[in-house]
């Protein structure tokens, strides 16, 4: 089993940026495709990223294209999001989450295509 661990949360004004951060144990972690979530107040989970095991294929959701960066060290086991010019409506619980149930090949953007996630971090961005 995956254990996930996510940080880098916090209070940022409208145009500043964040860089969240997953940290990984457990089963081999560089096989896997991974994908950031979210979750507003009264809103279903939503996708943000998701890249496969080698990097060479992402996904990101429209609204944060060109905003978000999603990275990963194998080395360190962590996922990363960079988010830049953050707008009052990212502010949400981020998820990072592992699919490990299948290759880590082609990334999924459903989140119940993903068996292990994270505890969540708030991110609340202030217009």
């Known amino acids: 089993q995956v254990q996930l661990v996510e940080s880098g949360g916090g209070l940022v004004q409208a145009g500043g940026s964040l860089r969240l951060s997953c940290a990984a144990s457990g089963r081999t972690f560089s096989r896997y495709a991974m994908g950031w979530f979210r979750q507003a107040p009264g809103k279903e989970r939503e996708f943000v990223a998701a890249f496969s095991w080698t990097g060479g294929i992402t996904y990101y959701a429209d609204s944060v294209k060109g905003r978000f960066t999603i990275s990963r060290d194998n080395v360190k086991n962590t996922v990363y999001l960079q988010m830049n010019n953050l707008k009052p409506e990212d502010t949400a619980v981020y998820y990072c989450?592992?699919?490990?149930?299948?290759?880590?090949?082609?990334?999924?953007?459903?989140?119940?295509?993903?068996?292990?996630w994270g505890q969540g971090t708030q991110v609340t961005v202030s217009s």
């Open positions: 989450a592992a699919d490990t149930s299948r290759p880590g090949i082609i990334p999924t953007t459903k989140p119940n295509d993903y068996d292990c």
